[in-house]
């Protein structure tokens, strides 16, 4: 089943040169996302009554033509296959002119929202989603984003009211705006990435203290979000 909408680009939306930004391109994403399980009674609003809630876990995204400010979004979304307890979704992005500029896929998991556990999807939920096996975006799985062993740049960052969501952790957009916050000049300065990968670990809260750190490994800029002490490793985002 696809899931389709239209978006119009806004001015909080472009990076340099007026281009739309990675963060924004996850943020059309995720609310996508969001609006196909609305539609089938598994949103937001309907937490209420089922206790489910879908986790992020996973982002690759790669953007093949560049869309510009004031054009018009065309987002195509499915569910490419759901097993055991995770979900995996895909997504396209076209631009006024009907061209494929964005490709991405992503990885969920199912929570209860009372108890805080792990759930494995029914078989009414599983029909309803009409996974579409067939309709891949990307021909390989995601590989492991492997923790360099030595680092160039680091930041400490304590988050703060603003980067928190509705359910009191740091919202999933704000951890590629702490990667970019970490990088060197020069490397900031080249942007954007054509290629964005984000693997969540473990939710940062109001309050916390995590460090960012930096390294460019065979050409590809890695960075992961750790606590203070490095023992609770928050994710790790590789751009190139």
Request: aromatic residues 10%.
């Amino acid at each position: 089943m696809i899931f389709k909408e239209t978006a119009k680009i806004g001015l909080k939306d472009i990076e340099k040169d007026n281009i739309l930004g990675n963060k924004a391109i996850l943020k059309f994403f995720e609310n996508i996302a969001g609006h196909h399980s609305d539609s089938l009674g598994y949103g937001l609003n309907n937490s209420n009554e089922t206790h489910l809630s879908w986790i992020l876990l996973e982002w690759k995204i790669r953007s093949i033509k560049r869309i510009e400010y004031g054009e018009e979004l065309h987002i195509d979304t499915w569910s490419r296959s759901i097993e055991k307890y995770y979900a995996n979704r895909d997504f396209n992005m076209y631009n006024s002119k009907g061209e494929l500029c964005v490709i991405g896929t992503s990885k969920w998991l199912l929570i209860n929202t009372e108890k805080g556990s792990i759930v494995k999807p029914d078989e009414t939920m599983i029909a309803k989603y009409e996974s579409e096996s067939e309709r891949k975006v990307f021909e390989e799985d995601l590989e492991k984003i492997k923790a360099p062993e030595e680092y160039t740049n680091e930041m400490l960052y304590t988050v703060k009211r603003k980067d928190i969501d509705f359910i009191g952790h740091m919202h999933n957009l704000y951890y590629l705006d702490l990667a970019y916050e970490v990088l060197p000049d020069e490397v900031y300065e080249k942007r954007l990435f054509n290629d964005v990968r984000i693997t969540y670990k473990k939710e940062i809260k109001l309050g916390e203290t995590v460090k960012c750190k930096y390294a460019n490994v065979e050409n590809k800029h890695v960075v992961v979000i750790t606590s203070e002490d490095d023992k609770t490793v928050h994710a790790l985002i590789e751009l190139e």
